[in-house]
């Protein structure tokens, strides 16, 4: 709905979620474990102002109210990202913050000056360092992100890989609902929820009787999915926790309503997909923005990245009208490289892949089911 979704932070999230400019602030108590936090927190922030730092939060927010456990989550969601810090950072000086600010909060219970108390502000936070330790990988970000807030929320793990899995699956996980029972489809995503079991009699696959359930995740939602004993066999090595594949799967329904499964019968890496798929490249070439000096650009560019791969030129004339035309004497290697650097000469969507869709095998749909 291009309605933007404002993440959590202890200078601008009340205790619930909040309205505000056609913005959504998320609220604090959502965060998970931070319920009670969300209301101290807030009351502190409106009596004496915004907190500076991770230290001067601890120094006026009660730890009986926010402790070690509902820190760390604080971090985790990105409710300390505005003092700039990493949260990797953040979380390595949780402890030192905590027993910091507890002891200046017990000195000016009993009436003592803080430490800071006889020293400018700004030199006081001057003082606090932090160590240099790297960020978070973007991966491990978002899983701990999730982890507390129930959602991604500043990005979603698969976003990087968003182009390959449109380029080469028929559907997302939304889509599948309104499909008839059996469909084949390509749905890509990330695994989780694995469930490992045993059919009770072993049936195909040279006496196997392992299974696998799991989640698939795209951006649009999940499907749970099952992959029986004689693909197991062949792709069960892939079933693994936040592995990002695409499968080839049918549509049951046998359960019954509108649940929709996926029966899978085959796994596929991303890094395998260009090769089996990929019958060939078209580059669109506009002759009003390029003209001959783009071909001539573009030719130096493609012989740079000889392969297997045909490619076709496709002749946006100033007339309006197209020619498609294929090279006789340059096939191109697939790479991330190449795609990058005719996007950056003739812009980003004049660079397509064409693909070959694999072939429906429906006969091995389903076929298997728990005795």
């Not at 979603?156 to 390959?164: G, K, N, R, S, V």
């Not at 469909?183 to 009699?201: C, D, F, N, P, Y």
């Not at 783009?294 to 030719?299: E, H, V, W």
Request: net charge negative.
């Amino acid at each position: 709905m291009d309605i933007e979704a404002v993440p959590p932070d202890v200078n601008t999230s009340d205790v619930d979620f909040t309205v505000a400019d056609g913005r959504i602030f998320f609220g604090l108590s959502a965060i998970k474990g931070c319920s009670n936090a969300a209301h101290a927190i807030v009351a502190t922030r409106k009596k004496d102002g915004p907190f500076r730092d991770i230290f001067e939060f601890c120094e006026r927010v009660e730890p009986s109210s926010c402790n070690r456990a509902a820190m760390e989550t604080l971090i985790k969601a990105g409710a300390f990202d505005f003092t700039g810090a990493r949260r990797s950072q953040l979380m390595s000086v949780v402890d030192r913050a905590l027993q910091a600010g507890a002891a200046i909060l017990a000195d000016r219970k009993a009436g003592q000056k803080s430490l800071f108390d006889s020293v400018d502000e700004d030199e006081a936070s001057e003082t606090i360092t932090l160590p240099d330790i790297p960020a978070w990988n973007e991966r491990e970000r978002l899983s701990l992100e999730k982890e507390v807030l129930g959602f991604y929320l500043s990005s979603h793990p698969l976003a990087e890989y968003e182009q390959t899995l449109s380029t080469y699956c028929s559907h997302t996980t939304a889509e599948l609902a309104d499909l008839p029972d059996r469909t084949e489809v390509m749905v890509g995503g990330m695994l989780s929820g694995i469930r490992l079991a045993h059919v009770r009699k072993a049936r195909e696959a040279g006496g196997n009787t392992k299974f696998a359930n799991f989640d698939l995740e795209d951006i649009a939602g999940a499907v749970r999915c099952i992959l029986w004993p004689e693909e197991f066999t062949n792709f069960g090595h892939l079933v693994q926790a936040d592995a990002i594949l695409v499968c080839r799967a049918a549509v049951d329904r046998r359960g019954g309503g509108d649940e929709v499964n996926l029966i899978v019968n085959e796994l596929i890496p991303l890094d395998q997909l260009d090769s089996r798929y990929t019958k060939g490249v078209m580059i669109r070439v506009d002759e009003d923005k390029n003209g001959t000096a783009g071909i001539k650009q573009l030719y130096e560019i493609v012989r740079g990245y000889p392969g297997d791969c045909p490619l076709q030129l496709m002749l946006q004339l100033s007339d309006g009208s197209r020619v498609v035309l294929e090279s006789q004497s340059i096939h191109v290697a697939i790479q991330p490289e190449l795609r990058q650097r005719v996007d950056d000469l003739l812009g980003a969507g004049n660079f397509r892949l064409l693909i070959a869709p694999p072939k429906p095998n429906q006969s091995r749909s389903g076929r298997q089911r728990v005795g």
